[in-house]
T-cell receptor, first 115, second 114 residues
Framework: GENVEQHPSTLSVQEGDSAVIKCTYS??????FPWYKQELGKRPQLIID?????GEKKDQRIAVTLNKTAKHFSLHITETQPEDSAVYFC??????????????FGKGTKLSVKP | DTEVTQTPKHLVMGMTNKKSLKCEQH?????MYWYKQKAKKPPELMFV???????INESVPSRFSPECPNSSLLNLHLHALQPEDSALYLC?????????????FGEGSRLTVL
């Protein structure tokens, strides 16, 4: 089955700096890679996702890159702000025709942005 | 309406009690999920219903019993739970066909088993 490794487990940056979180996956058939942000006491919320036919996707200050050969994908947050502080989870699944397979989450990265 | 609504938000129960968690969505999604999340851990998949049929059961103990009465509702019946079952139980939904694959999570039901 799929296994997702996520690093680092904690990350502390100064406001305005960039933050990078990296994940690797084991199942080469996985084709859908979302990133979720979970603030303390709240639900996980999708912030960006990427599919295996795309190498990079950007949405304002957030970008995700995917290297299918190496089976790793990364989240990049630029110009970090205190409100970016949260736990970030990467995930991987086999998503076929829109049907959601078993979404496997990484262990999470606690990001702290210091003012 | 892009909400997944879960009730109750908090539940305290003894090991001999029977209780139920409820989840509702009105986005027309035909896949619904139960996840369990312990503190400082990622969500762990428990069950998946696709078109009201149970499609995935991740070897969950029988003291947890899911039910999908219709395409908008998902229940999780709880019986004879253990203290280690205390966790945040998250319901989610997604659109299986022509969907993006995005999971929409509810706020969760925080369960404490005494």
């Amino acid at each position: 089955g799929e296994n997702v490794e996520q690093h680092p487990s904690t990350l502390s940056v100064q406001e305005g700096d960039s933050a990078v979180i990296k994940c690797t996956y084991s199942d080469s058939a996985s084709n859908y890679f979302p990133w979720y942000k979970q603030e303390l006491g709240k639900r996980p919320q999708l912030i960006i996702d990427i599919r295996s036919n795309v190498g990079e996707k950007k949405d304002q200050r957030i970008a995700v890159t995917l290297n299918k050969t190496a089976k790793h994908f990364s989240l990049h947050i630029t110009e970090t702000q205190p409100e970016d502080s949260a736990v970030y989870f990467c995930a991987a699944s086999l998503n076929y025709g829109g049907s959601q397979g078993n979404l496997i989450f990484g262990k999470g990265t606690k990001l702290s942005v210091k003012p | 309406d892009t909400e997944v609504t879960q009730t109750p938000k908090h539940l305290v129960m003894g090991m001999t009690n029977k209780k139920s968690l409820k989840c509702e969505q009105h986005m027309g999604h035909r896949a619904m999920y139960w996840y369990k999340q312990k503190a400082k851990k990622p969500p762990e998949l428990m069950f998946v219903y696709s078109y009201e049929k149970l499609s995935i059961n991740e070897s969950v103990p029988s003291r947890f019993s899911p039910e999908c009465p219709n395409s908008s509702l998902l229940n999780l019946h709880l019986h004879a739970l253990q203290p280690e079952d205390s966790a945040l139980y998250l319901c989610a939904s997604s659109q299986p066909l022509r969907g993006t694959g995005e999971l929409f999570f509810g706020e969760g039901s925080r369960l404490t088993v005494l």
